[in-house]
């Protein structure tokens, strides 16, 4: 963006140089068919030497075509690389986005205020046609930000974090509560969970849930621990509360996903405590990592491929113009492996 | 891109219609300091007014700002969300993004011809400033694209398959032959390597080397078996060379990536082989899962978050004008840990 007064190239320049319509170049820049090779280098060359490129707002609003979704995500660089849940939601997007010749514009944050200015530029510099926002936290500020801005978003984050954004989320209240109770009906007294970052919504939803159901079914014994969600985190967490005295140790463990749970199964070896023999351990997502361990890992089963798909295309609806909703996606469900089993008496 | 002769908007009348300079509007839209919030907000009114953005290209070439870098990914998107690879890949280069402000363009491609349609749209439409490649192939036809386009690029893969391109690579060939010389050292002569996509050219490189390995040490019981990379792959490899008869079943089993080897450790669990006493297994990449297994897996420890940092901190280096390179990282190093052993004589 230079402030001199160098005229203005349209694609009426491109078309008279290549000597061509100004349809063919249109159908060149928009990777259409109908020319042959030797036109389309032509358009790009006069394109090229003139240093003209398509205003790609106009382009989009035109055609009504979406090129680009943006995602932030707030996690240090190193444990996203760790964590199966992320690849997979992104997996999960990039597989509806493909069919549409969409690309995912991904960018790593520090904290939810430098997403906010992010958001900003990238919407505002129409790099984007609409972005997908996740790990929503109490008073998030990107919920006003994303109002404020008109940014057709899909927060992935329960109706109570996500303001009047079109939400998806998952009913991990209900999830939690069919967990503690399977344990129980097990006639675990002493349950464990070893949950994901405190200060993340959902993870304050599933530790009420927990601390809720506990209560309704009697149980004195449970304990919470929060982590970053890393398996080392998990095994950590594990480690303390197996070292616990016997009448304090817990008997049953649930994870907040399936790195942690994997840890944990390789703690309780490490400690010659037999799973599910000593202790049973819930795992929660439910990647492949659950039926490669052995024992094999009980989970909450959540389908996080589809997840993402389901987000996606509920952020194609909102960017062409439907209204605002709430999507709730299947809640998880127990998939009983070998890895829980009713306590030793 | 209409064909109908609406006048083109320029800077100058979006800096008319907020009150403001030309240089407060390229401040705002670069997002720089030194405006208020209040006329901030009145600049990007009236360029949604009148339908104003930036041309990006010639933001880019005036401030040699490089905001975004392009990464297209051959793979199903049920596979990629089941690969530590990747995500870790990807972790490595985010990180050098960020740094500096910059986005990665993240695109999941149905074959290479694909991929090079797509990279010449990004650059054509100045999309972004430079591209990652991976997965080469032989005779790969994006060498002579990125040629032709001048693409700025970096190629990961071997110089032998990404021509004129500046490559950034894992020396493949040496780090095979010593997994091959360890295990031969330490008394196996029944050695398997279950292998990734036979068309990926690193796995060709991977295939020769094993062959080559054991002619020179005098194995003459080497096999090996190609799969897709995913843990079903390499459960189901495991167990058809487990089902082998004692006398030709294999001693020792290499595994291309890590996923591959924790469903082998598990599936010698389901047939009651211990490992290592009457199976030996060697990992590759090396994540955490490898630590997170009992026994613990040894493994070709690569550190697949920095390679995708130097990938990164290299195309920076090409987009900036650097000439061709050939630049190798380090190679895949020896990390034994509970899951090898000699032979049960």
């Not at 240090?76 to 992320?86: K, R, V």
Request: include cysteine; hydrophobic fraction near 45%.
């Amino acid at each position: 963006m230079t402030t001199s007064p160098t005229p203005r190239v349209t694609i009426k320049d491109v078309a008279a140089r290549a000597g061509v319509s100004k349809g063919a170049v249109s159908l060149a820049f928009n990777h259409k068919p109908g020319l042959s090779e030797a036109t389309r280098d032509r358009i790009f060359e006069a394109a090229r030497e003139l240093g003209w490129a398509p205003n790609l707002a106009a382009r989009s609003l035109s055609s009504s075509r979406v090129d680009v979704v943006g995602l932030a995500i707030c996690r240090p660089a190193q444990l996203l690389g760790l964590e199966p849940f992320y690849m997979e939601f992104v997996s999960g997007v990039e597989s509806v986005l493909t069919e549409r010749s969409c690309s995912l514009l991904l960018r790593l944050v520090r904290n939810v205020e430098e997403e906010v200015g992010l958001q900003d530029a990238w919407w505002r510099g129409k790099q984007v046609s609409g972005s997908i926002l996740v790990d929503f936290r109490a008073d998030d500020p990107r919920v006003p930000a994303a109002e404020r801005l008109g940014l057709p978003v899909v927060a992935v984050g329960h109706p109570s974090l996500t303001g009047s954004l079109t939400s998806v989320w998952t009913d991990d209240a209900t999830a939690v509560t069919e967990a503690v109770g399977y344990l129980a009906a097990l006639g675990h007294r002493r349950i464990a969970r070893v949950g994901g970052a405190a200060a993340l919504g959902h993870t304050s939803i599933r530790t009420a849930a927990f601390d809720e159901a506990a209560r309704a079914l009697g149980i004195a014994g449970a304990r919470q621990v929060a982590t970053d969600f890393s398996g080392e985190a998990g095994a950590r967490a594990t480690r303390s509360l197996l070292s616990a005295a016997r009448p304090d140790r817990p008997t049953a463990i649930v994870y907040d996903n399936d790195i942690m749970a994997v840890a944990g199964l390789s703690v309780a070896s490490e400690m010659g405590l037999g799973v599910p023999g000593d202790v049973s351990l819930l795992a929660w997502d439910d990647s492949q990592l659950c039926r490669l361990t052995h024992p094999t890992l009980s989970a909450m089963s959540h389908d996080v491929h589809g997840f993402g798909a389901d987000v996606a295309r509920t952020l194609f609806g909102v960017i062409t113009g439907e209204g605002p909703g709430s999507h709730p996606v299947p809640t998880p469900v127990l998939t009983p492996r070998g890895s829980t089993a009713p306590p030793k008496v």
